[in-house]
T-cell receptor, first 110, second 112 residues
């Protein structure tokens, strides 16, 4: 079993739809969590940090569930420009222990 | 503000050749990282430098060496390139370990 698992998708949704991704992790001692967005043949870009209390940035909401060991990303009112691969990252307590998920591909269609 | 700058953007090597990938950041970040990204494998940490003067192995360090030249610069060296090292290499930095990364634009390396 991988330390960090994401549903690879692809998720194909119409514009305006709400879509949610989950990312599960196996190490209960994990310390910090992030979502990144990666466009085709580009570098990953930090989308948002993830906290137990949840955090929101415009149409994006991220949530951490420590008890069930998963993080989630919710995108509301999807735009064509949201089409990308979304990567979750889980950092351990020790420096150097940083694990990326393989990514979930989202395609938003007109 | 350039962020993280990587050079070169593309490189083709023959098996056994050596090369150094350069990375520099201008954000005064303490921590720097080298990742490789392969299809179906996600991003994997090669080496990292939690702070100036320190370097440590990540998940896949074999065949690579690094140098944290100063706070700004972190280079990755392939001493004897192998086809298995064909990949996209990303340098990244963060203010401290465990915080969000800023990535460079990547180096596409092919070893033939």
């Amino acid at each position: 079993r991988k330390e960090v698992e994401q549903d690879p998708g692809p998720f194909n949704v119409p514009e305006g739809a709400t879509v949610a991704f989950n990312c599960t992790y196996s190490n209960s001692a994990s310390q910090s969590f992030f979502w990144y967005r990666q466009d085709c043949r580009k570098e990953p870009k930090l989308l948002m940090s993830v906290y137990s209390s949840g955090n929101e940035d415009g149409r994006f909401t991220a949530q951490l569930n420590r008890a069930s060991q998963y993080i989630s990303l919710l995108i509301r009112d999807s735009k064509l420009s949201d089409s990308a691969t979304y990567l979750c990252v889980v950092n351990g307590a020790n420096a150097g222990k940083s694990t990326f998920g393989d990514g979930t591909t989202l395609t938003v269609k007109p | 503000n350039a962020g993280v700058t990587q050079t070169p953007k593309f490189q083709v090597l023959k098996t056994g050749q050596s090369m150094t990938l350069q990375c520099a950041q201008d954000m005064n970040h303490n921590s720097m990282y080298w990742y490789r990204q392969d299809p179906g494998m996600g991003l994997r940490l090669i080496y990292y430098s939690a702070s100036e003067g320190t370097t440590d192995k990540g998940e896949v360090p074999n065949g690579y060496n690094v140098s944290r030249l100063n706070k700004r610069e972190f280079s990755l060296r392939l001493e004897s390139a192998a086809p298995s090292q064909t990949s996209v290499y990303f340098c990244a930095s963060s203010e401290e370990w465990g915080q969000g990364y800023t990535f460079g634009s990547g180096t596409r390396l092919t070893v033939v």
